[in-house]
C-alpha cells in the first residue's frame, strides 16, 4: 500500500488524506513531501460454533468474504473462525503485536457480542452463563483492545458485526470480576465503545483517531442473514467497501448503512461512531460491471447517499408508505432522488400524497411485469434490465433501457406482418415496452413522455386487445391529468378529458355501469382540476353533475369504495363553489356530502381515509365559520 501526499494545514489542523493505490492515507501539508508507504494490517474473526449457547450459521461465511476482500485491498489481513477464550484473546495479543509498525489497524468481529455496565463484550465459542461471573476473564471487553491499539497505531478501524440479540437467559445479570456489582445485560445489541471518543491529548503523529462501526443503532440487535450466505452488514461492506473509486470512507460507511437499511426493509440500521483527524479515503478504482449493471450500480450508490441525507420524520413516511402499499422500499426512495431534495415537499401531508401516487404506480408496474410476452431476446434483456433496476431504485437507468427496446419492435414489425397472430403477438409486445418505459417516465414525475409513450402503447393494441387498450388510454389520460395538475399546462387537462371521453366509447351501447361511472369520475376529476383554475364555476359545476351521477350507479352496484370516493370528491366541488360565490347553502351541502362519505369510511377499517375525510369536513365547516358568526361552525371545525 502506498502513502502519497504532501501536507498542508487547514483550519482547526485537520488533516486530509487520498487514495493513491490500494488503500492510503494521504497527508498535505505546506511543504512537499516524498510519498511514504502505508501498511495494513487486519483481523477478522468469526464465530459460529458456538459450543453452550446459540450458534450463528454466517459468521464463518462472513470472515472468509471479508478477509478476502481486505487481502485485495492490500491489508495483511488474517481471519480465524471459532475462537474459545485464550485463542481469541492471544488472536487480539498477536494482532496488536503486529499493528506496532503498522499505520492503520482494522478489526472485523462476527458473532455473539454483548453489553453490561457500559462495557461492550466479544464472546468467545465456549462461553456459558458461568462466564458472566467473571466477564473480564471469560469474554473480551472490546475497550481493552481499543485501548491497546490506540497508543501503537495511528488509524484503528472496529467493525462489529456483533449486535445479535442476548445469547443469555433474559434474567442474567453481568460481573466484571467475582466480587463486582451485578449488571444486567442488554437485551439486544451493543452501545457506543469508550475507545472511539476523540483522543484529546494525542498529537497527529501518535494517532489519527479511531473508527467504530455497529451493525445496528445502539441498543438494538442486528440481523444474521439467511443460512449460508452473509448478514446484512458483511453483505453491505462485500459491496461497498472494496468499490468506491477513493471515495471518502465516511461516506462509504453511510453507503454501508443505507444498504442495511433498505435491504432489511427499515428492520436495522448500522451505526458509525468515529474521531478521526484526517479524512480517510478507502479501496481502489475496480473494474467497474459491464453494460446495463454499471448504470445500475452507480445510479444505487447515489440513492443511498441521498437517503443518508434525508431526516427521520421524512424516512417514516416514506417507510409507511413502503409497508401499506406493499411496494419496494429501495423503489420509492428512488422516487424521491429522482424529485430531488430541495422539491420535496415540507408539509406531511403534502409528502404523503406524492409518496401514496407514486406507490400507486409502482404497484401497477409490479403486478403487470409478467404481461410482456415476448421471443426476441433483446427485447427481453432490456425490459428484464429495467426490472432490475427500478427494484433497487435506479429509476433514472430505468427509462434509458426502453427506447432501444422499442426501437427494435418497431423495426421487426414489418417482419411478422405476414401472419396476424404473429403481428398481434409482437404488437403486444412493443406496447408493453412502451407502457413500462412509461412507468418509469412516470415514477421521475416526467408525466408528459409518460404520456406519449403510454399513447404509442395504446395505438400499439388498439385493434388487438380490448383490456389493453382501455387500459392504456386510461393511464394516458392519468399522466395528462398528472402533468397539467403540476404545471398547469391547461391543454394537458383538456387532453386528458379527450382521452377519457374516448374510453368512453368502448363501453358497449354506452351502458351506464361501473366502468362508465368510473371513467367519468376520473374525467370529473380533471373537470374540477380545470375548474379551480378559473374565474367562472361552469367547469365545478359539471364536475359535480358528474360526481352525482356516479353516486347513482357506485350506489347501485353496491361499491361503497367508490361511491365514497365520487362523494367525498363532489363534497370538495361544492366546497370550491360556496368559497367561490361565498354561498352558505353550497357550503352547507359539502358539510352534508362530507359527513355521508364518512358514514362509508368507518376509522377501523380505513383510518387514513376517514382521517382525510375528517380534515375535508373541518375546512368546510371552517369556511362557513366565517360566514356564520355564532362561532358554533367553527367549534365543530375544531372537533373535525
Known sequence: MGLVGNQHFFKQAWLTAFVGAMLCLVVTSAHAAEPASLK???????????????ALPNPANDARDIAKMLTDLGFDARSVTDRDT??????????????????????YYSGHGIEAGGENYLVPVDADVSSLKDADQALVPISAVMDELKTTVPVTIMLLDACRTNPFPADAVLRRAPTASASPISAGGLEPVRGARALANATATENL??????????????????????SPYAAALLRHLAAMKGTEFGSVMRMVTEEVYLDTKARQRPWVNESLRRLLYFGVAPQEPPGDDDLITGERRQLLLTIAELPNPKRAQVELASLQDGVPLDALYGVLKALGTEKMPEDPTDLQKLLDAQAERLKKMISERNALRTDDPEISRLVASADKAIGPGAIDPARNFRPPAGGRGEQASGVVDRAEDLVRQKRLADAAIYARRADASALVFDYLSAANDY???????????????????????????????????????????????VILTFIHNGEQNRAWALTRNN??????????????????????????DSLAVFEREKDDINWAAAQNNLANVLLKIGERESDPKRLNEAVVAMRATLEKRPRDKVPLDWAASQSNLGLALYALSEREPDGERLTEAEAA
Open 40 to 54: 495494513g494490517v487486519a483481523l477478522i474473526v468469526g464465530q459460529s460454533k458456538y459450543q453452550h449457547i446459540a
Open 86 to 107: 485464550a485463542k481469541l484473546k492471544r488472536d487480539l495479543e498477536r494482532f496488536a503485536e503486529d499493528a506496532e509498525d503498522a499505520d492503520v489497524a482494522l478489526i
Open 209 to 230: 483517531g479511531t473508527v467504530i462501526g455497529f451493525a445496528a443503532e445502539p441498543g438494538r440487535p442486528a440481523l444474521d442473514g439467511i443460512v449460508g450466505e452473509n
Open 455 to 501: 399513447g404509442e402503447a395504446f395505438s400499439l393494441v388498439e385493434r388487438w386487445d380490448d383490456r389493453l387498450r382501455w387500459n392504456y388510454k386510461n393511464q394516458e389520460a392519468e399522466a395528462l391529468n398528472a402533468h397539467g395538475n403540476a404545471t398547469g399546462d391547461r391543454q394537458a387537462l383538456q387532453h386528458a378529458i379527450d382521452a377519457y371521453r
Open 523 to 548: 374525467m370529473a376529476v380533471v373537470l374540477q382540476t380545470i375548474g379551480e383554475r378559473e374565474r367562472e364555476t361552469d367547469r365545478l359545476e359539471e364536475a359535480a353533475k358528474i360526481f352525482r
